[in-house]
């Protein structure tokens, strides 16, 4: 029997300062897990580096994004740096109907925002192993001018402060160890009882008609 075809995926927030590390970290994770995907956020943000619209973001102007919040078309959105991000919702509910596991890079605002509705999402909080080796990464990854580090790092330490809304703690010290835990946070979340309801269905019609609720 096939489970990939039985379940319908999860939802999984990763939130974490710029600098963390999450993008990194969700990149290895979805070459190396199977049936995940990146939920592609809209963004009024200006692309940055090789950044392509509809890979890493679906970039569009202010008014774009103002019709897109009033035809109801965010599971989510907040204004980060000054710059708008939402979260599709067609994009995600057609991803997890299709039994993906859909992850999201989200701030700590849009974190709040989806487990309200959704309570059966996992929530994982990626943290840099010191203030100083978050400074240093911002620094060297020169993405950004000395101002918009500075507002970064001072945005991190408020991040930072709703660490514990999350069921899941990963500190990136070392990339391959941050891997591995998020990786296992991935798998295991599939092992769920609740995650697994459609699938036990079947197995217990073989063993002569027990439901999934146990009776
Ligand atoms: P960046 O501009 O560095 O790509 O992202 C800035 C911040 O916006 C990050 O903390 C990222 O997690 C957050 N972000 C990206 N997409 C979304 C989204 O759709 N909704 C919310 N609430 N935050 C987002």
Partial sequence: MSETIKRSGNLIIVSGPSGAGKSALVGSVLKLVSRVRFSVSYT???PRGTETDGVEYFFVD???FESLIGSDSFLEWAEVHGNLYGTSKAF???LMMQGYDVLLDIDVQGAGI????????IAVFILPPSFDVLQSRLVHRSLDTETVVEQRLKRACNEISHYKEYDYLV???DLGSAIRELESIIVGARCRTAARVE??????ATFGGMDAEGS
Avoid: F, G, W, Y
């Fill in 44 to 46: 009024t943000r200006a």
């Fill in 62 to 64: 202010r008014a774009e």
């Fill in 92 to 94: 995600v509910e057609d």
């Fill in 114 to 121: 989806i487990r309200k509705k959704r309570p059966d999402a």
């Fill in 171 to 173: 500190i990136n010290e």
């Fill in 199 to 204: 699938s036990v269905k079947s197995i217990l």
